[in-house]
């Protein structure tokens, strides 16, 4: 006669699997709780001298693929600030305007305080370049006597890159321009091709 009655010994649920199982349960949340506490800093964005997010950007121009680590420009006093009283900018350096809603072609950029000559590319909502134009900084310190750049098109991004880079790399209206959390449209039309 087997434990469990007449008949044939069917086994009965084993107990120890559960107190296993329970334990592998827990090992696994304790390192769920290690990998949440350290994802901050695993996940956080460098960081510029200015405080702002810098991502990588990529410029996929007819000729060639072109990459920039760009200050990421988000909110209303970001955008304001933008590249002023900045006496240098690395090559392959800029900053990304970024907006929530599309931007009119009557919504310019001035270069009030900015003291490096700019190039600036508006960015519509395809993700491609719409217009490109030169800027030149302003002496003046009234910033009524500023210039204003206006894109003449509908705008969701701006890339502002050190003055002459985009001819000189070949980077023309049209262009495609990606960035993390960026809709991904570049990489589906060089699928398309």
Known sequence: MSRYGQGTETPGPDTRRPQQGL???WLGIA???VLLALSPALLAEARAPSGLAVVPLTVHAAE???RFEVEVAR???ERRRGLMERDH????AG???L???TQSPRNGFWMYRTLIPLDIAFIGEDERIAAIFTMWPCGSANPSECPVTYPGVPYRAALEVNAGLFEAWGIEEGDCVSWPGSAGRCLSSAAEE
């Open 95 to 97: 900053m990304l305007f």
């Open 23 to 25: 334990g592998r349960v």
């Open 31 to 33: 390192g769920l709780v």
């Open 75 to 77: 909110t209303i006093p």
């Open 99 to 101: 907006y929530r809603d």
């Open 64 to 66: 060639d693929v072109h």
């Open 89 to 92: 900018l690395d090559e392959d």
